[in-house]
């Protein structure tokens, strides 16, 4: 009798443990697209940045057709992708909303949810200034303007960073509880 018993907790603690990871898996396909986004805007802005930079020659803009032509593909492209970018938290909300509840507990949904309103809030307010930032014409940009961008960056780091901590400290959690191997 005590080895069914055992059999059976081991049984049906592996098959929690499965569930949770299933789970958090179901999570991780909400929300994943947010950062292929993420990564892909980055790219672009660095890229529009770079060749912005080879329009400067001893801190002085001297103007090059052909780096002018490709910033505008890259700007052109990069409102493309920051729109995207939104449309994948919006889409991430949503499905992390119709998502049920795991075992009785919401805390690593709704955790997952706080994670995508961050980055909903930084690409609407951080994201989109810097996108401003990158369309100033290079004859008005200042100093003041590259001292903005970087600002902006590191909040955009600190903001996102801080949020994904915690995010993996719930993520921990729930894996420890439910004996999840990761």
């Known amino acids: 009798?005590?080895?069914f018993c055992y059999?059976?907790?081991v049984s049906s603690c592996s098959n929690k443990s499965s569930k949770a990871d299933n789970y958090?898996?179901?999570?991780?396909?909400?929300?994943?697209?947010?950062?292929k986004y993420e990564d892909t805007l980055i790219g672009?802005?660095?890229?529009?940045?770079?060749?912005?930079s080879k329009q400067y020659f001893a801190q002085k803009y001297i103007p090059d057709s052909n780096v002018t032509i490709n910033i505008d593909r890259y700007i052109n492209n990069m409102d493309k992708i920051y729109n995207a970018f939104l449309?994948?938290?919006?889409?991430?909300?949503?499905?992390?909303?119709?998502?049920?509840?795991?075992d009785n507990d919401k805390q690593l949904k709704n955790?997952?949810?706080?994670?995508?309103?961050?980055y909903k809030n930084t690409a609407l307010n951080d994201y989109?200034?810097?996108?401003?930032?990158?369309?100033?014409s290079p004859e008005i940009y200042t100093i003041e303007d590259d001292t903005r961008f970087q600002e902006l960056s590191d909040s955009i780091n600190v903001k996102l960073e801080r949020e994904i901590d915690s995010f993996n400290k719930i993520l921990?959690?729930?894996?420890?509880?439910?004996?999840?191997?990761?």
């Not at 958090?24 to 950062?35: A, G, H, L």
């Not at 449309?87 to 795991?102: E, N, Y």
């Not at 955790?111 to 961050?118: I, M, P, S």
């Open 1 to 3: 009798m005590a080895l």
């Open 7 to 9: 059999a059976f907790c």
């Open 24 to 35: 958090y898996k179901k999570i991780y396909n909400c929300t994943s697209e947010i950062f």
């Open 44 to 52: 672009t802005i660095t890229a529009i940045r770079e060749l912005q």
């Open 87 to 102: 449309k994948s938290i919006d889409s991430a909300q949503i499905a992390l909303k119709k998502l049920p509840d795991f």
């Open 111 to 118: 955790k997952a949810f706080e994670l995508t309103q961050t």
């Open 128 to 136: 989109q200034k810097i996108i401003d930032i990158i369309k100033i």
């Open 172 to 182: 921990e959690d729930f894996f420890g509880y439910y004996k999840v191997n990761y």
